[in-house]
């Protein structure tokens, strides 16, 4: 019997042909310089300047400019409860307490979702390589001996970060025709924080607008020992590296067991092994 190719969540892989990771639940405070490990599950651990110590300044990102190639660019269709929870989990990101959308979207069988107003921040690899040359290491601490010297885990820095303060939605029926929603629906179960504009007379497709941008997508570099010395590496965008901010929402949502969803991200369908 020949063995079905691994499927993949496309909510946490739709970046990764464009070179970046997915945050599964977007928030505000994801910034470049901040560390990830990966043991078990994948999460973010905090700056690295909370555990290391150089005599170079610490780098800044520079301001932050359009980012066109990921601007726009739209998911697969997402079974409906699933998508639902992460436009829940967005709209939280961006200040607002939704009940439950359900109630505008009860025709709906499936959705489209896309970041749109995306910018990115970033800091310079070369910098960030002078960072860590010019440091060291708190060693005595148990997390850094975990992620940072432990055989099986990985710990890498985000290096660059996409923004967005809105979010498009695409609804359609069960033949993947686009069906109109439920507007006042939405406004009543809404807070003032966020806007609703359709697309079009049809409603199918919606922008929310925050008040502000959350970080929904990123890349990074591998930190690796080196002999006496920490080295970056770069590392594929891949689904392993996508991880969840607990407290907002719908926590654990974003696994691939409670996913339905088949999608096959191709060259990029692998485990990390660098």
Not at 17 to 39: A, C, H, Q, S
Not at 226 to 250: K, R, Y
Request: net charge negative.
């Amino acid at each position: 019997m020949t063995s079905l190719p691994k499927k993949k969540d496309p909510s946490i892989t739709f970046l990764n042909k464009f070179g970046y990771n997915v945050i599964k639940l977007p928030r505000t405070g994801i910034e470049p310089m901040d560390v990830i490990g990966r043991d078990q599950v994948t999460q973010l651990l905090g700056p690295l300047s909370k555990v290391w110590t150089s005599t170079g300044a610490e780098p800044m990102p520079g301001p932050a400019h359009p980012a066109s190639a990921v601007n726009g660019q739209r998911t697969d269709a997402l079974d409906l409860s699933f998508g639902l929870s992460i436009l829940a989990n967005t709209l939280a990101a961006f200040g607002a307490s939704v009940p439950s959308l359900d109630v505008a979207y009860k025709s709906a069988h499936s959705v489209q979702f896309a970041y749109t107003n995306v910018t990115s921040t970033s800091v310079s690899p070369f910098d960030a390589g002078n960072y860590l040359a010019q440091g060291t290491l708190r060693t005595d601490n148990p997390v850094v001996k975990n992620y940072f010297l432990g055989e099986k885990t990985k710990t890498f820095l985000i290096l660059e970060v996409l923004k967005s303060d809105s979010i498009t939605v695409s609804a359609t029926d069960s033949h993947g025709a686009t069906i109109g929603v439920d507007i006042p629906a939405l406004q009543g179960v809404l807070s003032s924080k966020i806007g609703v504009s359709p697309s079009d007379s049809s409603n199918s497709t919606l922008t929310f607008t925050g008040p502000v941008a959350v970080t929904f997508g990123f890349s990074v570099q591998q930190i690796a020992r080196q002999g006496d010395s920490w080295a970056l590496h770069g590392a594929m965008p891949s689904a392993d590296i996508a991880f969840a901010v607990g407290g907002i929402g719908m926590a654990g949502k974003g696994s691939e067991a409670a996913n339905p969803m088949v999608f096959e991200t191709g060259d990029f369908d692998c485990r990390l092994s660098i």
